[in-house]
């Protein structure tokens, strides 16, 4: 078990797909998740070191999709090396 406090609010669920996420200052980049909550989703990729907490990003799914995929208002609360935590506002 884990030494930290649990935060999560919400059940996370696998989800892997494509996604395009488009930051304010650097542009377009295509990521993947990793899961899916009611409150956000976790993304992979290599931008994920570059964004910092509160940063607010768009993300839109990419694929078959992608025409009728709505484009999603998200806010950056986690960033590391590797994924980046967002929660849908």
Known sequence: MSSHTERRRFERLPASMSVLLDHP???LHELKTVDLSEGG???TGDFTGNAEVGDLVSLKVVG??????PTVPLK???C??????????
């Open 25 to 27: 200052v650097t542009g």
């Open 41 to 43: 989703v976790l993304v």
């Open 64 to 69: 078959l999709l992608q025409e009728r995929s």
């Open 76 to 78: 950056v609360v986690r």
């Open 80 to 89: 590391g090396a590797n994924e980046m935590a967002l929660n849908f506002v």
